[in-house]
């Protein structure tokens, strides 16, 4: 396989991935907002923050309001994580390996470009938001079902795993940090409840709220919301999982001892630091360190293969 094809398809499952973790991200703080009390200000501007869209924004926008904000994450053509952008550059990935994916995911890849671009409009009205969110949510959840149900698991399909899990890694540790962060310090009679609302939000970001309420049959606290989300092996957007996902992915392929080690490594890290009893600022530093982890396991994959 030619290197430039090999990361062509570990970018499509980026772009893919990266595309429906903004729409389920936009989806839930719309709702999030809606349940609480107008005397708790949360506002859009986390959302910005959990990208790492801060500084592209305010040279865009003077404050982060609500249509600001949406039509950044939706449709700004000048920001390369919108929802838009992330489809354009799937379709281009898509379209330079035709050949090496099935041809229905050229198709849907297309038509949800097409369609993101001339209905992103709707995502600024709350009457129509939902409607629009979804159908990117459930159109990428229809590609990567084809993908899986039609495309030969071979190394090509191995790369595109390797690009979703670690697109799915990067957008847990961004959730966890920056909704952690805002959420309520304090913990009195009247707070509590809003507080329960707020990590119920960080379980929906990640599409995990029910899954929780399985495996933990408690109300919603913090050590079992984190334990969960970075340490459940079998929750396919945890952490842990996401991580032996790119492990068992690499070791399908040739020469790839330098890229298990710094899975490896970061893993390691991960399972020693016991981060559901992290206080803030600590979790905040493991939450860094595992961001660098996934960098560095990139970049090993970049010189290995790309």
Known sequence: MLSRVANNLCWLGRYLERTENTARLISVNANLLLDLPKVIVLGWEPIVEIVSGHDEFYALHDKADEKSVIHFMVSEEAYPGSILKSLEFARENARTIREIIPREVWEQINELYLFAKENGHKSLQRRSRYEFLTEIIESIQKITGILSGTMTHDEGYQFLRIGRNLERADMTTRIIDVRSASLLQETE??????????????????????????????????????????????FPRSLSHTFGQVKHCVQALPNSANVVAAIGAVEAQLHNANPQRLIQDKLHEFIDDMQFGIIEVFNQLEQTYF
């Open 189 to 234: 009679t009247e707070q509590a409840a809003f507080e329960n609302l707020q990590w119920m939000s960080v379980l929906k970001s990640l599409t995990a709220y029910q899954m929780y309420r399985r495996e933990v049959r408690l109300r919603i606290r913090r050590p079992d919301v984190l334990k969960f989300l970075l340490l459940e092996e079998k």
